[in-house]
């Protein structure tokens, strides 16, 4: 993938994602001082920005080490590009982007070929959730504990995860999860349906997956 | 896919809903069980709307893990180590010393 082109092509933001991001007061002045060199501009935009890219790296790797070193990098090729950024789309969502790609890129030099989420990140017979309803009485409605369900994406298949996080968590349309993941948007629903199903699955037996604190050690 | 392929609201099984219930969820906004359409058959299958309300409360819940998360100190300490050993074409990257 091109990662160069699709990272710094200012196309039109993800709507959940800018909506989620409004301007931020002093921002543009770092960016304009950042393009010129400035260092404690460049500490500025960190500061900003920190945490988004990382809690992002976080929910698209559910791993903690990989999730540091992939805001590591980002950021890195955010201070290598910054001069390219037009302002044609928010900042918060050009780094968004950027970041996304990069974790997919990631993933792919893994072995996990995105391209073809049927036949290569399909979890297991044993990963899928179980095709059946369940029982009413173990609703989950009202009653879904924030810890637990950061376990349970974790511990989620990685193309599962992928769907699941770029959609609910982070706002992204079908349409354009397809397009990253360079799949159909059928495929995207379905990843997505299952999921969900399978978190379900998950947070209706705690005490199977249960995973240590901080998403340590998660297979993606 | 559009609503002309869906099946007969009035007649669905439970395994026809189960089919088409990723399409239900992206055509109505993530909202199924209040969906005109469906209040019958959900009224009628209760496990179906079991579900519903289950994998709606999901992607409700979802959004919660969108709230920033900090990094370790260690992130930005390895940005600057990185960028001091940039090659010489990267050498006009300023190296920042703070947050």
């Given at each position: 993938?091109?990662?160069?082109?699709?990272?710094?092509?200012?196309?039109?933001?993800?709507?959940?994602?800018?909506?989620?991001?409004?301007?931020?007061?002093?921002?543009?002045?770092?960016?304009?001082?950042?393009?010129?060199?400035?260092?404690?501009?460049?500490?500025?935009?960190?500061?900003?920005?920190?945490?988004?890219?990382?809690?992002?790296?976080?929910?698209?790797?559910?791993?903690?080490?990989?999730?540091?070193?992939?805001?590591?990098?980002?950021?890195?090729?955010?201070?290598?590009?910054?001069?390219?950024?037009?302002?044609?789309?928010?900042?918060?969502?050009?780094?968004?982007?950027?970041?996304?790609?990069?974790?997919?890129?990631?993933?792919?030099?893994?072995?996990?070929?995105?391209?073809?989420?049927?036949?290569?990140?399909?979890?297991?017979?044993e990963d899928?959730?179980?095709?059946?309803?369940?029982?009413?009485?173990?609703?989950?409605?009202?009653?879904?504990?924030?810890?637990?369900?950061?376990?349970?994406?974790?511990s989620l298949?990685?193309?599962?995860?992928?769907?699941?996080?770029?959609?609910?968590?982070?706002?992204?349309?079908?349409?354009?999860?397809?397009?990253?993941?360079?799949?159909?948007?059928?495929?995207?629903?379905?990843?997505?349906?299952?999921?969900?199903?399978?978190?379900?699955?998950?947070?209706?037996?705690?005490?199977?997956?249960?995973?240590?604190?901080?998403?340590?050690?998660?297979?993606? | 896919?559009?609503?002309?392929?869906?099946?007969?609201?009035d007649k669905?099984?439970?395994?026809?809903?189960?089919?088409?219930?990723?399409?239900?969820?992206?055509?109505?906004?993530?909202?199924?069980?209040?969906?005109?359409?469906?209040?019958?058959?959900?009224?009628?299958?209760?496990?179906?709307?079991?579900?519903?309300?289950?994998?709606?409360?999901?992607?409700?819940?979802?959004?919660?893990?969108?709230?920033?998360?900090?990094?370790?100190?260690?992130?930005?300490?390895?940005?600057?180590?990185?960028?001091?050993?940039?090659?010489?074409?990267?050498?006009?990257?300023?190296?920042?010393?703070?947050?």
């Amino acid at each position: 993938m091109d990662v160069q082109g699709l990272q710094m092509t200012q196309n039109t933001p993800a709507p959940g994602v800018f909506k989620r991001n409004p301007p931020i007061a002093g921002e543009a002045e770092a960016i304009e001082a950042a393009k010129n060199g400035d260092a404690e501009a460049f500490s500025k935009l960190y500061a900003l920005h920190k945490r988004r890219v990382y809690t992002l790296c976080l929910r698209m790797l559910g791993n903690v080490s990989e999730a540091e070193d992939m805001t590591q990098e980002a950021f890195l090729h955010l201070f290598r590009k910054i001069g390219s950024f037009r302002g044609e789309s928010a900042f918060s969502t050009w780094l968004h982007r950027l970041t996304v790609n990069l974790v997919l890129m990631h993933l792919r030099k893994k072995g996990l070929n995105l391209v073809s989420l049927e036949e290569t990140i399909n979890p297991s017979e044993e990963d899928a959730p179980k095709r059946d309803f369940g029982s009413r009485d173990l609703q989950l409605t009202g009653s879904v504990d924030r810890v637990a369900l950061e376990r349970a994406v974790a511990s989620l298949p990685p193309g599962y995860r992928m769907v699941f996080v770029l959609h609910d968590v982070e706002g992204f349309e079908h349409n354009e999860i397809a397009t990253m993941l360079e799949c159909s948007t059928g495929n995207s629903k379905s990843q997505l349906h299952k999921a969900r199903l399978k978190l379900r699955e998950l947070l209706r037996q705690p005490e199977q997956s249960a995973q240590p604190a901080g998403f340590n050690e998660v297979a993606v | 896919m559009s609503g002309d392929n869906f099946p007969d609201f009035d007649k669905m099984t439970p395994a026809d809903f189960e089919k088409y219930l990723p399409d239900f969820f992206a055509n109505g906004d993530g909202h199924v069980s209040t969906d005109p359409r469906l209040q019958t058959f959900l009224k009628n299958n209760p496990d179906c709307a079991a579900l519903v309300r289950d994998l709606e409360a999901i992607a409700e819940h979802a959004k919660s893990l969108f709230e920033p998360t900090e990094p370790s100190d260690a992130v930005w300490s390895g940005i600057q180590d990185k960028l001091k050993l940039q090659g010489p074409e990267d050498d006009e990257l300023p190296v920042a010393q703070t947050v």
